[in-house]
């Protein structure tokens, strides 16, 4: 009777692992195959979205090559040409890519917006100016930007408006705003670049960063000078050569001192003073900066604690008045015009006219086995005001561009 009670009990036990095990199985079937469907859905939408562009930035030149030098035309390339025609890469009568004769001095193949953002991007990154300016889009070669031509506050505020009290029964007073126009022109601002034909297409995925983000780099840099330096002549009029700059006398030494930036923040626009920065060679950084104490002298005369508060683990948060600090050799060396200065760059307008396009160049590199990239873009920019102000009340006049004088 025993045996046959423990006979039952193992069947029993059987029969419900067997229940169990082929639950389990199900279950995990199920889960197999949900994660099979997401993991085909998720492949699918990736190459949805793949569909049409290009896997990397160096693949992307690779076929600015192909087309370009061997006749073989990829339709996810777009052309520009010097008057703004947009054209795919196809097929000629011939058999040959279009668009790969001829010279275009302007034109190339329009960097694609999934590139063209990551590009910006760096760029942005990389640069100490071109980040904070105001941009807008130029619709034509040339256009016009409104601006009120104030010089003067002493009687009439916002470039001619007068406000007065009326008293009953007496005559009103007119009064006209002076408008003017920022006129913004393209310029054209080209870059040039050789790779060898092994990094090109044996290490195209593998350059792709490198590559990307030294041009970057490098077309910030341009921008960045031109801003600041610019002359207006065939490129944007910078802030260092803008009529509205006002340059602050500096003590008898090239050393900066205190009193030289107090003097400079109080010649700085009060509307500007919350979006400000300040703008300074490095090597004002250790004979300036770090050993500034109070009594303005760069030694510690009055043994006073120094005046520059920075976070030495993060010096990002360096601060003047509140205002941050960007060192950058792009700035005049120390003792000359522009190696301090406190700008306000969202008084600085850029209008960018043409993409980023990207072209071979004429010149081949046979011999060295080189390809040359040529690189366009076209874009005009200049303060947007046109003179530093003459206050209401005092005799010094302010701007959202101030920075010191030479060294007398």
Not at 231 to 237: K, V
Request: aromatic content about 10%; charged content about 20%; some cysteine.
């Amino acid at each position: 009777m025993e045996k046959e009670f423990q006979d039952a009990l193992d069947a029993s036990v059987k029969t419900i692992k067997d229940d169990l095990a082929v639950t389990a199985r199900g279950i995990v079937d199920v889960q197999i195959k949900e994660a099979l469907s997401a993991k085909q859905e998720t492949e699918a939408k990736a190459a949805a979205e793949m569909d049409g562009k290009f896997k990397s930035f160096g693949e992307y030149l690779c076929s600015i090559v192909q087309a370009r030098r061997d006749g073989v035309p990829d339709n996810r390339l777009t052309y520009l040409d010097s008057k703004g025609n947009l054209s795919k890469v196809g097929v000629n009568a011939h058999g040959k890519a279009t668009m790969t004769e001829g010279t275009d001095s302007t034109g190339g193949f329009l960097v694609v917006p999934q590139f063209g953002s990551m590009l910006e991007t760096e760029a942005l990154e990389a640069s100490s100016f071109l980040s904070g300016v105001f941009t807008v889009p130029m619709s034509s070669d040339t256009i016009s930007y409104p601006r009120v031509n104030e010089t003067n506050r002493t009687t009439t505020v916002r470039g001619g408006i007068v406000g007065y009290w009326q008293g009953e029964g007496s005559t009103y007073q007119e009064s006209e705003p002076t408008f003017g126009e920022i006129k913004l022109t393209a310029k054209k601002l080209m870059g040039y670049t050789k790779i060898t034909e092994e990094l090109m297409f044996d290490s195209g995925v593998s350059m792709d960063p490198f590559i990307r983000k030294e041009f970057a780099d490098a077309w910030a840099w341009f921008k960045d000078i031109a801003i600041l330096r610019g002359t207006g002549s065939g490129q944007p009029l910078g802030i260092l050569n803008a009529p509205a700059l006002v340059s602050v006398t500096r003590g008898d030494t090239d050393d900066t001192m205190l009193q030289d930036i107090v003097n400079v923040w109080s010649r700085v626009s009060v509307a500007s003073r919350g979006t400000a920065t300040w703008f300074m060679n490095h090597e004002n950084l250790p004979k300036m900066i770090m050993n500034m104490h109070q009594g303005n002298t760069v030694t510690n005369t009055y043994g006073a604690p120094p005046l520059w508060q920075m976070n030495i683990y993060d010096p990002i948060k360096s601060q003047i008045f509140g205002r941050p600090v960007v060192f950058t050799e792009k700035m005049s060396a120390q003792g000359t015009v522009g190696d301090v200065g406190c700008f306000d760059l969202k008084k600085y307008i850029v209008g960018t006219r043409q993409a980023l396009t990207i072209d071979l160049s004429n010149q081949v590199y046979w011999t060295t086995g080189h390809i040359a990239f040529r690189f366009t873009e076209r874009l005009d920019g200049q303060p947007m005001v046109a003179s530093a102000i003459t206050p209401y009340k005092g005799s010094a006049t302010l701007s959202p561009f101030v920075t010191l004088a030479e060294t007398s």
